[in-house]
């Protein structure tokens, strides 16, 4: 259990005791997307001390929130079903802070894991259900991600394939994703490229994936 106590009898205070240390909803946020090795999770984390990282494990174990689990000859992290309840408030937290995210420093980086994350709380399942099945294949940088939607089913994963439009961003694509800048304009701008496919689709991408600034 993390050392922080704050004295009160409360579910908000005790959800802060088990996961309000530093990193430790990161880590729940990179494990939301499957489990990882303790190297995967350094990586996805680059700025995170080895001796941090050791502890919050450990305080999420003993917490009940992550177990370690072995996966083909290695130990992975994953999270318990206890844990995994807290997706609905890490996408919300998620929405809520992308309102403030403002234009990206340059020593902020993107990853996958963080970019997944992203895509699963811009998604509108209600729009989607209405578009015919799409697969974008997205470079985001260090973030290579295929999306497949289809209905109501979204499915992220690293690196790519086939899919009906390939397309590279940098960190604009938040202002794609937030509508401040169109499809149209994106494209004109240089903001995102479009490798491969038919660039109408990205149209069909900004209204699937639509988070308000």
Known sequence: MAARDYGQYC???RALELVGERWALLIVRDLLVGPRRYGELAAGLPRIPSNILAARLKELQAAGIIR????????????????????????ALGA???KAMGEPREDQVITPDSMTMALRTAFRPEVAAGLPPTSYAADF???????????????????DGP????????????RLISGELTPGRAIIT???KVLAGRGHLLERFASTFHLAA
């Open 96 to 98: 809520w802070g992308f």
């Open 11 to 13: 579910g908000v205070t």
């Open 190 to 192: 240089g903001a995102v």
């Open 68 to 91: 370690r689990v072995p996966h083909s000859r290695v130990i992975v992290y994953e999270l318990t079903a206890y844990g995994s309840e807290l997706e609905p408030l890490v996408l």
């Open 141 to 159: 940088g260090p973030a290579a991600l295929l999306i497949r939607v289809d209905g109501r089913t979204l499915g992220v994963e690293r690196g």
């Open 163 to 174: 899919a009906d439009l390939a397309f590279s961003a940098g960190p604009d694509v938040r």
